[in-house]
């Protein structure tokens, strides 16, 4: 390239706070082979936009360089430019003075100086770029959603109601979700079932949707448009098609486990349906509960009590697999366990609880019919203590961050509670109060002044046993004095942490991960819908902590996403993948072992017979890895050649 312009961006004040534009656009204009340098105070804004492009024509430059921020967030912005221009938008490279020079530095002189290298670096990769053409790949239209809590059948409506197939895949036996263990929801008081199970009733006869429960998606591949999807579907040991959902089997089922749905507070027997609305409504054998083993057949009470004939002791693991052409993450959370914190007694006492396990009672369908009692002994109880920030807000258990939701159930349940013991007391240990919803603020007001429940700001030390009574240490911040209580009950707001097993999903999808271990959006900003890779995309809490008006919002925002995706018969793919070139490679093999994304495959050459290495362009992500790992250096990243990241060190050093 004999032409090259180069744009460097104010930023506002981003940029210019710490480097001198003026100067660096000086020395950059004395650069080999620039013939034009300019600055805008925002280069990225539709005037900023048209100047590039009208100096591109002017001034017919054959390469480009922006100057700016980080190419994540405008790369494809100044690359339409260039496009509109008539330049490849692949001779135009951005510089990233932005993140990587002026963020990172204080003193003006350093900081210029460094922007100039970054520049001069980038310059010289830039004159080795090669034109590029994108592909086009079809798109399968049909979407896989995984979770069937209130964000997937969201997501799996939305997008069946506009004629697309969805298949809705859920690990447990039922459809719901934490919402389907919900009393009431705030700040409405609505009753949870009421609204969540006309949903599941809805989803499941729609006739777009593809139900899948008990099962889960064990292999993922290939990519936007084209995912190659592989389904376990895990042995009910009751034939879906013939179960009436009658019950008969389960009085005659001799073997009784702590109910999970109840969270532990009831109990259930080894067959059994998870709760009365469940959908689909087919009962379950839990095999790890049950007398009977894959070797031996002890008990066949409910066989015999079944006179549909639905009981099948033989029933295996069924794979299935499909096509989709995005899929939606809808994974959604956990508490984490009491047993965490120490000093509030571990797991070892019967009347500290957490948030879930109160909402079982709270519920009419709950272990103890809406009635609040103690686990212990069944007393109602009199004194009950509610806890915020349980384990949330507290980096020593490993969760800095917010649960975002605790404060407003929180204030549910104590007015919750008083409305069923209109004579007992109920106190709320806070740190602050974040109530920022529609109503929400409203709603705390209205329980801290008319429910006469007492809120006081402080932490809790420590939480220990005396007799049959729960003793509360803790401060009140406001008074200056230690308080403690002795209570009947203690309800933990325990933070809220992802699903398990979503880390394992993340690897099957090649999705990244938050510190707090939840699925990390493509942009916190720009793009809160999409994950890292695309044509997948993220609702609800496996995004991060939210209520359900929020989870409802980014379910439909993520089908949006997904409908838009499916709008198109063809998606253009980025050339910037790996090329082998035949000639050099040795048939090692070692590129196709450590390709993340099973794009590297091994087959004889057509010419010589010899094993070598192939590149499907369109699993290919373009990291890189391939070429870097390469001992015979025969594969290339286009876009990324050794050539070019030699040229940009060398100007650099």
Known sequence: MTRLGVFICHCGKNIARTVNIEALREKVSTLPDVVLAKDYLYLCSKPGQTMIADDIREHRLDGALVAACSPRLHGKTFAQTAQRAGLNPYLLDMANIREHCSWVHIDGAEGTEKAFSIIKGSLGRLRYAEPLEPFQSPVTKRVLVIGGGVAGIQAALDIANSGHEVYLVEKSPSLGGHMAQLGETFPTLDCSSCILTPRMVEVSQNEYVHLFSYAEATRVEGNIGQFQVTVRLRPRYVDETLCTGCGDCVPTCPVVVPNEFDQGLG?????????????????????????????????????????????????????????????????????????????????????????????????????????????????????VVFVQCAGSRDPEHGVPYCSKVCCMYTAKQALLYKHAVPD???????????????????????????????????????????????????????????????????????????????????????????????????????????????????????????????????????????????????????????????GLCRGCGLCASICPFGAVTMSPSEKTGAMVAGINPVLCKGCGLCAAGCLSGAITLKGSSFRQIFAQLEEMV
Request: aromatic share 8%; net charge negative.
């Open 267 to 383: 109990a259930r027997k080894a067959v059994y349906l998870p709760f009365p609305q469940a959908v689909p409504a087919v009962y379950t054998i839990d095999w790890d509960a049950c007398l009977n083993t894959d070797k031996l057949i002890i008990c066949e009470n409910c066989y015999k009590s079944c006179e549909a004939r639905a009981i099948n002791f033989l029933m295996e693991p069924r794979e299935i697999t499909f096509e989709v052409g995005a899929i939606i993450l809808s994974t959604g959370y956990e508490l984490m366990p009491v047993a965490h914190i120490g000093e509030y007694g571990g797991d070892g006492y019967e009347d500290v609880i957490d948030g879930l396990q109160f909402e079982r009672m709270l519920s009419a369908s709950g272990p103890t019919g809406g009635v609040v009692r103690r686990p212990s002994d069944g007393r109602i109880p009199q004194n």
């Open 424 to 582: 007992g007391q109920a106190y709320v240990f806070y740190i602050d109060i974040r109530a920022a919803g529609k109503g929400h603020e409203e709603f705390v007001q209205k329980v801290m002044s008319e429910e006469r429940i007492l809120y006081l700001r402080g932490k809790v030390s420590k939480i220990f046993k005396s007799g049959d009574k729960i003793v509360v240490w803790g401060a009140d911040t406001l008074s200056g004095r230690q308080v403690e209580i002795e209570a009947d009950l203690v309800v933990l707001a325990m933070a809220v942490i992802p699903s398990s097993g979503s880390q394992k999903l993340a690897r099957t999808l090649h999705i990244a991960s938050d510190l707090g271990g939840f699925f990390s959006e493509a942009h916190p900003k720009l793009g809160p819908l999409e994950s890292n890779t695309d044509g997948i995309f993220l609702a609800g809490a496996a995004q991060f902590a939210k209520d359900i008006t929020d989870t409802v919002s980014q379910a439909t925002g993520a089908a949006g996403k997904a409908l838009s995706l499916l709008a198109n018969d063809f998606i253009r793919l980025e050339p910037t993948v790996s090329g082998v070139e035949e």
